[in-house]
């Protein structure tokens, strides 16, 4: 039989006292099964005593020894974390005397566990407190529920704050709307205001308002799911501001199926809805651009004067290549096939060109087609429904099976190489003929330039005997005659002079390297010194480049231009002629080289204060024998035709610019050292 530990003997009768332990031994397995125990605290002794209950609950063995425990036997076992706040509470119960009450953890054996204890002061008849008893229950079972469901109050609490969301607890019976905070935020309205379904349409975009509305409505209605999923929009009630809002919610119906309560959450989605948008323009907009790239695309393909045809090979059951379709075409197919594009796309090669199998071209796309390498070629084309001519063609691989061919018919092109090849060869026989040409007259010129002036010289040295040794026996009229021979001898002596050197100008070209004009000019100037003397005149030389040409020529070129400049001065002005340099503009180069953009070339001045001439007629003077001055000047009319061949031959032009009375300028165009 269980009995409390330290019970003190009784004076009762024996039926008596069997009757009390057995109602002692039932209040104690009523104890038992709801895991209360009971213990009594005497103060004077600072000993507890109880029954087995709480003996169990501290691990305590029980046995016919133990009367009593130290208190701190059972304050020892409480959880370190709530001995403090126990032991205060057992202080402020024994002081103040009201009811003792604490929840706290006991470690036992390892094992931590909830208990929940009550207790009062025991007073004796002088009014002084003598015991504090009560009772302990073990309430593990319900803490631990406690404490899970505070868990996931906490977790769902935590996830709800941490998602943003806010939540929303209607009751469609009472009306009554409660709001978290978020949920006020919102809807533009701040913690503190006062929510019911009216603001809450009120807070709703105006073209989100009915709607949303009526699908609340909706869920509300006996036998509906009860499941709220929406987006719509809010508009501010104090701040205006536009939102987007997902609303997730339930209804919980009642037995009878009445909606008796409306729960959910709402969570901002404007960012998402921003995206989508953005996201949307940016699909629209690239659709727009692919949709003009297309545009110009084909706009470009039929622009084209190339015909562009993209097909796709058809293979039979052993993957060979037996046909293509012809799935797009440009305009210029019009020029090459003569027939439209609607005319070939859809269909297959060689239905509509047959003889590309007899030419090769079929050939041709199936192994591009294959190796994926490109090809061109061109073939002469033929077929049974009047096609014909030379086609030029390239293939080119697109994506894994099919090819895009550009090709031109070139007919006209080939019937007009095939003039010009008449034409070269008859070129080539001119050419040959113009070459023998071009050996006889050179031939002629050696023989004039020799030959004719043997019987010069004799007729000078005739002239001469006649001047010197039978001048006194001359008339006057018979000396005037003689020098008349002698001038006229001279004169045809200096004239087959210059046509040999204009000839060899022409058909004789030194080796070329870089020269320095400057030093051509220092030798011009050198032998050009006494005439320079004699005219009083000044030659004002800057530095000049070098370029790549013939020494000698460039000699002849300069020394020309200095000649005709002190030859051409004017009666009391000493001559000045200035030799200037500089890189040529390409709008100031002559007609002739203005074709060459890429060669740069350096403008070269020479000008000079002599008698000048009308530029109308400036062509003439780089004519051979053309004077402008025929009468008051000597000389043949030679050497500026000269000058422009030898320009001419290393690449370049001369120019001159003039006014009658004002002295002239001549520009010479050579092209720079690359």
């Given at each position: 039989?269980?009995?409390?530990?330290?019970?003190?003997?009784?004076?009762?009768?024996?039926?008596?006292?069997v009757?009390?332990?057995?109602?002692y031994?039932?209040?104690?397995?009523?104890?038992?099964?709801?895991?209360?125990?009971?213990?009594?605290?005497?103060?004077?002794?600072?000993n507890?005593?109880?029954?087995?209950?709480?003996?169990?609950?501290?691990?305590?063995?029980?046995?016919?020894?133990?009367?009593?425990?130290?208190?701190?036997?059972?304050?020892?076992?409480?959880?370190?974390?709530?001995?403090?706040?126990?032991?205060?509470?057992?202080?402020?119960?024994?002081?103040?005397?009201?009811?003792?009450?604490?929840?706290?953890?006991?470690?036992?054996n390892?094992?931590?566990?909830?208990?929940?204890?009550?207790?009062?002061?025991?007073?004796?008849?002088?009014?002084?407190?003598?015991?504090?008893?009560?009772?302990?229950?073990?309430v593990?079972?319900?803490?631990?529920?406690?404490?899970?469901?505070?868990?996931?109050?906490?977790?769902?609490?935590?996830?709800?704050?941490?998602?943003?969301?806010?939540?929303?607890?209607?009751?469609?019976l009472?009306?009554?709307?409660?709001?978290?905070?978020?949920?006020?935020?919102?809807?533009g309205?701040?913690?503190?205001?006062?929510?019911?379904?009216?603001?809450?349409?009120?807070?709703?975009?105006?073209?989100?308002?009915?709607?949303?509305?009526?699908?609340?409505?909706?869920?509300?209605?006996?036998?509906?799911?009860?499941?709220?999923?929406?987006?719509?929009?809010?508009?501010?009630?104090?701040?205006?501001?536009?939102?987007?809002?997902r609303?997730?919610?339930?209804?919980?119906?009642?037995?009878?199926?009445?909606?008796?309560?409306f729960?959910?959450?709402?969570?901002?989605?404007?960012?998402?809805k921003?995206?989508?948008?953005?996201?949307?323009?940016?699909?629209d907009?690239?659709?727009?651009?692919?949709?003009?790239?297309?545009?110009?695309?084909?706009?470009t393909?039929?622009?084209?004067?190339?015909?562009?045809?993209?097909?796709?090979?058809?293979?039979?059951?052993?993957?060979?290549?037996?046909?293509?379709?012809?799935?797009?075409?440009?305009?210029?197919?019009?020029k090459?096939?003569f027939?439209?594009?609607?005319?070939?796309?859809?269909?297959?090669?060689?239905?509509?060109?047959?003889?590309?199998?007899?030419?090769?071209?079929?050939?041709?796309?199936?192994?591009?087609?294959?190796?994926?390498?490109?090809?061109?070629?061109?073939q002469?084309?033929?077929?049974?429904?009047?096609?014909?001519?030379?086609?030029?063609?390239?293939?080119?691989?697109?994506?894994?099976?099919?090819?895009?061919?550009?090709?031109?018919?070139?007919?006209?092109?080939?019937?007009?190489?095939?003039?010009?090849?008449?034409?070269?060869?008859?070129?080539?026989?001119?050419?040959?003929?113009?070459?023998?040409?071009?050996?006889?007259?050179?031939?002629?010129?050696?023989?004039?330039?020799?030959?004719l002036?043997?019987?010069?010289?004799?007729?000078?040295?005739?002239?001469?005997?006649?001047?010197?040794?039978?001048?006194?026996?001359?008339?006057?009229?018979?000396?005037?005659?003689?020098?008349?021979?002698?001038?006229?001898?001279?004169?045809?002596?200096?004239?087959?002079?210059?046509?040999?050197?204009?000839?060899?100008?022409?058909?004789?070209?030194?080796?070329?390297?870089?020269?320095?004009?400057?030093?051509?000019?220092?030798?011009?100037?050198?032998?050009?010194?006494?005439?320079?003397?004699?005219?009083?005149?000044?030659?004002?030389?800057?530095?000049?480049?070098s370029?790549y040409?013939?020494?000698?020529?460039?000699?002849q070129?300069f020394?020309?231009?200095?000649?005709?400049?002190?030859?051409?001065?004017?009666?009391?002005?000493s001559?000045?002629?200035?030799?200037?340099?500089?890189?040529?503009?390409?709008?100031?180069?002559?007609?002739?080289?203005?074709?060459?953009s890429?060669?740069?070339?350096?403008?070269?001045?020479?000008?000079?204060?002599?008698?000048?001439?009308?530029?109308?007629?400036?062509?003439?003077?780089?004519?051979?024998?053309?004077?402008?001055?025929?009468?008051?000047?000597?000389?043949?009319g030679?050497?500026?035709?000269?000058?422009?061949?030898?320009?001419?031959?290393h690449?370049?032009?001369?120019?001159?610019?003039?006014?009658?009375?004002?002295g002239?300028?001549?520009?010479?165009?050579?092209?720079?050292?690359?």
């Open positions: 039989m269980n009995r409390p530990f330290a019970a003190k003997s009784t004076s009762l009768l024996p039926d008596e006292e009757l009390l332990l057995r109602s031994d039932q209040l104690q397995t009523a104890l038992s099964i709801g895991l209360i125990a009971t213990w009594f605290w005497d103060l004077g002794t600072d507890v005593l109880g029954d087995p209950n709480l003996l169990r609950m501290f691990g305590i063995r029980e046995s016919a020894e133990i009367t009593s425990l130290p208190l701190r036997i059972f304050t020892d076992s409480i959880h370190p974390d709530d001995r403090s706040r126990v032991l205060q509470l057992i202080d402020q119960g024994v002081q103040s005397g009201r009811p003792y009450e604490a929840e706290y953890r006991i470690v036992v390892n094992q931590t566990r909830w208990v929940l204890a009550r207790g009062r002061l025991t007073y004796a008849d002088n009014q002084q407190p003598f015991a504090f008893s009560g009772v302990l229950v073990d593990t079972d319900r803490k631990e529920v406690e404490l899970r469901s505070q868990i996931a109050e906490t977790s769902f609490r935590l996830s709800v704050e941490s998602a943003r969301m806010g939540t929303w607890d209607y009751s469609p009472t009306g009554t709307l409660i709001w978290s905070d978020r949920t006020k935020e919102l809807f309205l701040p913690p503190t205001a006062t929510i019911d379904y009216t603001a809450f349409l009120q807070g709703l975009h105006p073209d989100d308002r009915e709607r949303t509305a009526q699908m609340i409505q909706a869920i509300l209605q006996p036998g509906s799911s009860g499941r709220f999923d929406c987006e719509y929009r809010t508009l501010g009630i104090e701040d205006g501001q536009l939102r987007w809002i609303a997730n919610g339930q209804v919980l119906f009642n037995e009878q199926g009445i909606a008796n309560r729960i959910g959450t709402v969570i901002d989605i404007t960012a998402d921003e995206a989508e948008s953005l996201l949307q323009r940016r699909v907009e690239q659709t727009r651009i692919l949709e003009q790239q297309a545009l110009e695309l084909r706009t393909l039929d622009a084209s004067l190339n015909s562009i045809i993209a097909m796709t090979a058809i293979r039979d059951e052993t993957e060979t290549i037996v046909d293509f379709m012809m799935n797009t075409a440009n305009e210029a197919v019009i090459s096939n027939m439209t594009p609607d005319q070939i796309i859809g269909r297959r090669l060689l239905a509509v060109f047959p003889g590309n199998k007899d030419n090769g071209f079929f050939d041709l796309y199936a192994r591009v087609v294959e190796t994926g390498q490109a090809e061109q070629s061109s002469y084309y033929r077929d049974e429904f009047g096609l014909e001519g030379w086609f030029e063609v390239s293939a080119v691989k697109q994506g894994s099976n099919g090819v895009v061919v550009t090709y031109n018919n070139i007919t006209d092109r080939k019937q007009a190489e095939l003039a010009a090849q008449h034409q070269e060869r008859e070129l080539k026989d001119a050419n040959v003929e113009l070459q023998r040409s071009n050996e006889n007259l050179q031939q002629f010129a050696h023989i004039a330039s020799h030959d002036q043997e019987p010069l010289r004799r007729i000078q040295a005739f002239s001469d005997i006649l001047q010197n040794q039978f001048l006194d026996s001359l008339s006057d009229g018979e000396r005037d005659m003689v020098r008349r021979i002698q001038k006229s001898a001279q004169r045809m002596q200096m004239l087959i002079k210059d046509l040999l050197l204009y000839s060899q100008v022409s058909t004789q070209r030194d080796s070329f390297t870089i020269v320095s004009l400057d030093i051509v000019l220092e030798d011009v100037v050198t032998d050009l010194e006494m005439t320079i003397a004699e005219k009083n005149a000044t030659v004002d030389v800057s530095p000049l480049p370029v040409g013939s020494a000698s020529r460039l000699r070129l020394q020309n231009l200095i000649t005709n400049a002190l030859k051409f001065c004017q009666t009391g002005v001559p000045l002629i200035q030799i200037r340099y500089r890189t040529a503009q390409t709008s100031e180069l002559p007609p002739a080289l203005q074709d060459d890429r060669q740069v070339f350096w403008l070269i001045t020479v000008t000079d204060n002599g008698i000048g001439f009308d530029e109308r007629y400036k062509d003439r003077i780089f004519t051979p024998f053309q004077r402008l001055h025929k009468t008051s000047y000597s000389g043949t030679i050497g500026l035709a000269i000058s422009q061949r030898v320009s001419e031959s690449g370049g032009a001369i120019d001159v610019t003039s006014q009658d009375g004002k002239s300028t001549f520009k010479v165009f050579l092209p720079t050292v690359n």
